[in-house]
């Protein structure tokens, strides 16, 4: 099952990277020890996560915008910058989808719906 929780933990890992960079340590790790929520099995989890996901990606929208209207302001070039952030929210969304896994909401609705050595 930890194979199925990559993309969310790296995803995690890279908006707290991104909140270290502009809000400081104390708020990344309060979003790196958002994961621990993954040990928790209760059907809100899910949830959270894809409600977590939907507040991030839009932060990488409002930053995508910010970044672009400097370049443009400096006649600096923005398309590699905007191919880049792109994908980041691309991936924000991909993980998003996953979460919809009947398997990963199956081990949060109900144990026993799990095998043992998923």
């Known amino acids: 099952m930890f194979l199925r929780f990559l993309p969310i933990i790296f995803a995690n890992i890279l908006f707290a990277a991104h909140v270290m960079r502009f809000q400081g340590l104390y708020p990344a790790l309060a979003i790196v020890l958002l994961l621990g929520t993954l040990f928790i099995r209760r059907p809100w989890v899910p949830g ?55 398997r990963i909401q199956a081990y949060f609705k109900n144990k026993s719906e799990t095998r043992k050595g998923d």
């Open 48 to 102: 959270l996560w894809q409600v977590l996901l939907l507040l991030a990606i839009g932060e990488w929208l409002r930053v995508t915008a910010m970044f672009i209207r400097f370049r443009l302001a400096m006649d600096l070039p923005y398309i590699r910058l905007l191919i880049i952030m792109g994908l980041v929210i691309l991936f924000f969304v991909f993980v998003i989808f996953w979460w919809q896994n009947d």
